[in-house]
């Protein structure tokens, strides 16, 4: 028993964790502002140029992959968000490093294609993205938890 519990600490501390800095994700952002645009449902750009090649960003957590209303998807991605897909910060960091290998191995299908070609090659660099667009997303513009005994919002329900 004592063995298993030092080796599993052990991988707990091998395992890749990245502080994640909104700030330097907000400069890394300019490279996929190129594409992409985070607006919220007002019409306000928080960030990017309001670019339309790719998908509109806000709400990006928790939403299902290649659901973003009016974006015209690649079916490898729109077939991973029929699965129950849904971005979460590990996903979208492997997911930014290479998306045609992700959506090979999500699918297990060695065709599957992303019409995504731009690649964030660190790590760090995707995990700060993550959490700038998350800071951009509604539950960072005052969205509470719902109370106890309260319902929470259902899924997908208006904030994606």
């Known amino acids: 028993m004592r063995l298993t519990v030092t080796a599993v600490a052990l991988a707990a501390l091998a395992a890749p964790t990245f502080a994640q800095d909104i700030e330097a994700g907000a400069k890394t952002f300019n490279q996929c502002q190129t594409c992409h645009v985070v607006e919220n449902e007002a019409g306000e750009v928080l960030a990017g140029k309001n670019a339309k090649t790719g998908p509109n ?31 979460d910060e590990a996903s ?5 490093q290479d998306p045609a290998k992700f959506l090979k191995a999500k699918l297990g299908d060695d065709k599957a294609k ?5 690649k964030l090659k660190k790590p760090e660099d995707a995990a700060n993205v993550w959490a700038y667009i998350a800071s951009l ?13 309260e319902a929470a ?6 904030t994606n």
């Open 57 to 87: 960003l806000y709400g990006l957590p928790g939403r299902a992959a290649g659901t973003y209303e009016g974006f015209k998807y690649g079916p490898s991605i729109v077939a991973l968000g029929e699965t129950g897909f849904v971005w």
């Open 92 to 96: 979208f960091v492997e997911y930014v």
């Open 114 to 118: 992303s019409k995504m070609s731009f």
């Open 137 to 149: 997303s509604p539950a960072a513009e005052g969205s509470a938890p719902a109370a106890e005994g």
């Open 153 to 158: 919002p259902a899924e997908g329900a208006a």
